[in-house]
């Protein structure tokens, strides 16, 4: 059986991911200046959040916390893994065709409850449009999640990190395609082009949302085939096995229920500020990419490797993954939240700030992205601390602590959006998440030695964030220094990249300096 090298599939899940965001910026930057904030683009932007709120719930949520445990355990003892891993398959496959199905049915229901602020204007019309046309991608992600699940806990990384890069190749595609091959027939609809184009933009994209998941799903299936994993489609059972699997989901499945209740109150809120979904869209863009970058690939990694050492009864193996992995988190994280809160104009202006998007938006993405950035550490911690649970297969307790983190989001969201405007919504996602991170870390001192930081990590955590303090000065200094270059059409581009990897160099200098991480301890790490 193929050891899981943490560090080293902390790097191979980061760098594919990295290449994913870099990809999703760009799909970003072209559906900012060619849609801006206007209808067709918090239209699609409500229909894709769609199927992608219930791939969270069903899929990388509920389900794979479960499966993902279950399948390791049996990969170590040797149990028939690939048959666990079969029927799960074709269970899941069964379930979300009917789904599916529903979900296309009842869309105008799901549109109003994602965005109640559309009814009565063309958004809402837009976004039942676009979102029965994209639905059908829950089902091909989802058992995109379970094939990447396997590979996973197998130790084999690649292929599952690599998938969401076809997404973002697809949507660029459909962004280009979608305006490119637009044609003036403005005067059969009485329709402006520029306003036409849009539409035709806005259908395409739609399209290739369920295009965009077959891909993901055709190649993790083909690296789960070559790993001696072959899913075929079968007439579906409910053995002793998917029971079990039934009764350790179903706490889980309530927390991601809650989880995206609070997308839904954020959601809502914004629908009523006219650009909020938008604004808020794109600042999450910004703070997702240091988030997916590291916080997504500890917590595809640590999963399995946590639930095959405590699955070995390897205690002290536990204790050392953990710590490392939040050590990891943070040394990465701290520098980006600081950046997030020290330069976050130049970030959106520059990236953003054309065609549609104007300076007002930009203003107001800016805004969002510092109130996620303090939220930052949190987001990544919760990635850390939930598979502590779930290796031991305990889904309840996330599941209360999510419903407290629920009702901040919620008394937030809704308590302020009257007297701060969409920022509510932003800063009730970052309180509701520091709030779930302080349950985590309190339920987690019952485990025992395996559940807590070690003293190394200790001694490190606040070098390195003496670090991202020196940083961000240096960050904001180089801001200004830079200010009149970042404001020209010509050397913005550059003068942002100077800014970032300026920052970037004096950070792992410092860090370096201070004691916080050393390049020695990475090179022994990812041999290991």
């Not at 993790?220 to 998917?242: I, K, N, Y």
């Not at 850390?384 to 779930?390: E, R, T």
Request: one cysteine or more; hydrophobic letters at 60%; aromatic letters at 10%.
């Amino acid at each position: 059986m193929k050891p899981i090298r943490l560090v080293t599939g902390f790097l191979t899940v980061g760098v594919w991911t990295l290449m994913s965001r870099v990809l999703g910026f760009a799909r970003d930057i072209l559906m900012a200046a060619i849609l801006g904030t206007g209808p067709v683009a918090e239209a699609f932007l409500i229909a894709f959040s769609l199927p992608n709120m219930f791939r969270r719930f069903f899929a990388e949520g509920a389900f794979n916390m479960a499966f993902v445990p279950m399948f390791a355990k049996k990969l170590e003892s040797g149990e028939q893994p690939e048959r666990f891993a079969q029927e799960a398959f074709v269970a899941m496959a069964a379930l979300l065709t009917l789904f599916t199905v529903i979900g296309i049915v009842a869309m105008p229901g799901l549109v109003w409850l994602m965005a109640s602020g559309f009814a009565g204007d063309e958004r809402f019309g837009l976004a039942v449009e676009y979102g029965r046309i994209a639905f059908p991608y829950i089902l091909f992600i989802s058992l995109a999640a379970l094939l990447s699940g396997v590979l996973n806990a197998t130790g084999r990384f690649a292929a599952a990190a690599a998938a969401p890069v076809l997404l973002n190749v697809v949507f660029i595609v459909a962004l280009l395609g979608g305006r490119l091959l637009g044609v003036p027939v403005e005067n059969a609809f009485g329709l402006g082009l520029d306003k036409l184009l849009r539409l035709q933009t806005g259908s395409t994209l739609a399209a290739s949302v369920p295009i965009a998941g077959l891909v993901q799903l055709l190649l993790v299936w083909w690296a789960a085939r070559r790993a001696g994993f072959a899913m075929a489609w079968r007439r579906p059972r409910l053995t002793p096995d998917l029971r079990r699997l039934t009764v350790i989901a179903v706490p889980a499945l309530l927390a991601g229920g809650v989880v995206q209740i609070n997308l839904l109150v954020g959601r809502q809120v914004a629908s009523h500020f006219d650009g909020a979904v938008a604004w808020l869209s794109y600042a999450d863009r910004l703070y997702q990419l240091p988030l997916g970058v590291i916080g997504i690939a500890v917590g595809i990694v640590l999963l399995p490797d946590l639930s095959r050492r405590l699955g070995a009864g390897d205690e002290a193996g536990g204790q050392g993954a953990f710590s490392r992995a939040a050590e990891f988190s943070l040394a990465m994280t701290l520098p980006a939240t600081v950046a997030l809160l020290v330069i976050p104009m130049p970030l959106v202006s520059v990236l953003f700030q054309r065609g549609a998007f104007g300076p007002d938006d930009a203003a107001a993405t800016a805004l969002a992205v510092m109130i996620y950035g303090l939220g930052l550490p949190a987001f990544v911690l919760q990635k850390c601390y939930q598979p502590l649970f779930y290796a031991r297969e305990d889904t309840r307790s996330p599941f209360r602590y999510a419903v407290w983190a629920m009702v901040v989001n919620a008394a937030v969201a809704i308590g302020l959006s009257p007297v701060i405007g969409f920022a509510a919504a932003a800063l009730a996602t970052t309180l509701a998440g520091w709030a779930m991170v302080g349950l985590l870390w309190a339920g987690a001192r019952r485990m025992g030695p395996a559940a807590r930081l070690d003293a190394r990590f200790r001694s490190r955590i606040w070098r390195i964030a003496l670090a991202s303090a020196g940083m961000g000065v240096i960050l904001w200094l180089l801001q200004v220094v830079l200010i009149t270059w970042l404001g020209s059409p010509v050397s913005r581009y550059p003068a942002l990249a100077l800014l970032v990897g300026g920052g970037i160099v004096c950070y792992f200098a410092l860090a370096h300096l201070f004691g916080g991480m050393r390049i020695t301890d990475l090179r022994r790490a990812v041999r290991r």
